[in-house]
C-alpha cells in the first residue's frame, strides 16, 4: 500500500512566524507528481503547489515547495492570518490510487 | 474553470447514490484534462474513488476498494460528469466532491473543484 505521512499532525504558530511542513511517502514519487493542497472548514480543497514546487494559478509567493524521492516539504515564509487551516500532501503518479497524506493542521498559538 | 455539484443528500442503505458536476470554463472531453469524484469523511480523511478522461478515447480509473460498484461517466451533450455508487452502506456517508485535473499526460493534479455534497446513508 502507498502511503503519504505527514508531519508534525497540529503545529502552532503565530502570525508572521515560518511553517515548513513535512511529508513523506512510503515509495518513491515518480517524476515529483507530488500536490500540496489547504482546506478551511466548510471548504473544498485548493491547489497550492504541484509537480513537487510550481504554484497553482493565483497562490502566493509565500507559498512554496521542495523535494523529490519520498521527502517533501511545503513552506510558508510568513504566516498571514487567512493561512491557518489544514494542509494536505497528495501524490498522483499512482493511478488508480492517488494517496492523500492525512494532513497537518496549522493553528494560531 | 468551476464545477458545479448536484444530487441528493440522503441516500438508503442498499440503495445507489447519484451525483452530477456540470463543469464551466473547460470541456469534459478535453485531452489534457480530467473529471474526478473524492470524498471525505473523519474516519477515511480525503480519499480519491476514480476519474474519466478522454485521451483519444475514454478511460476510466477506479479506486480497487469501490471498484465493484463505481461508475464515473461523461456526457458531452450537457458538459458534465457524473458518479454512480451502487449499495450503499452508512460506511459512503461522507462529503462527495468532484474535481478537475489538469494533467501532465495522464499524471493529473486537482486543479478545480466542486463546492461539495454531503451525502447521507440512512434510513
Known amino acids: 500500500e502507498i502511503v503519504l505521512t505527514q508531519s508534525p499532525g497540529t503545529l502552532s504558530l503565530s502570525p508572521g512566524e515560518r511553517a515548513t511542513l513535512s511529508c513523506r511517502a512510503s515509495?518513491?514519487?515518480?517524476?515529483?507528481?507530488l500536490a500540496w493542497y489547504q482546506q478551511k472548514p466548510g471548504q473544498a480543497p485548493r491547489l497550492l503547489i504541484y509537480?513537487?514546487?510550481s504554484r497553482a494559478t493565483g497562490i502566493p509567493v509565500r507559498f512554496s515547495g521542495s523535494g523529490s524521492g519520498t521527502d517533501f516539504t511545503l513552506t510558508i515564509s510568513r504566516l498571514e492570518p487567512e493561512d491557518f487551516a489544514m494542509y494536505y500532501c497528495?501524490?498522483?503518479?499512482?493511478?488508480?490510487?492517488?494517496?492523500f497524506g492525512q494532513g497537518t493542521k496549522v493553528e494560531i498559538k | 474553470v468551476q464545477l458545479q455539484q448536484s444530487g441528493p443528500g440522503l441516500v438508503k442503505p442498499s440503495q445507489t447514490l447519484s451525483l452530477t458536476c456540470a463543469i464551466s470554463?473547460?470541456?469534459?472531453?478535453?485531452?489534457?484534462?480530467?473529471w474526478n469524484w473524492l470524498r471525505q469523511s473523519p474516519s477515511r480523511g480525503l480519499e480519491w474513488l476514480g476519474r474519466?478522461?478522454?485521451?483519444?478515447?475514454?478511460?476510466?480509473d477506479y479506486r480497487e476498494s469501490v471498484k465493484s460498484r463505481i461508475s464515473i461517466k461523461p456526457d458531452t451533450t450537457k458538459n458534465h460528469f457524473s458518479l454512480q455508487l451502487d449499495s450503499v452502506t452508512p460506511e459512503d456517508t461522507a462529503v462527495y466532491y468532484c474535481?478537475?485535473?489538469?494533467?501532465?499526460?495522464?499524471?493529473?493534479?486537482?486543479?478545480?473543484w466542486g463546492q461539495g455534497t454531503l451525502v447521507t446513508v440512512s434510513s
Open positions: 474519466t478522461y478522454y485521451r483519444s478515447k475514454w478511460n476510466n
Open positions: 497528495q501524490r498522483y503518479d499512482s493511478s488508480p490510487l492517488y494517496a
Open positions: 515509495q518513491s514519487v515518480s517524476l515529483n507528481y
Open positions: 474535481a478537475g485535473g489538469e494533467c501532465d499526460n495522464v499524471a493529473c493534479s486537482l486543479n478545480h
Open positions: 470554463g473547460d470541456s469534459v472531453s478535453s485531452n489534457s484534462a480530467s
Open positions: 509537480g513537487a514546487s
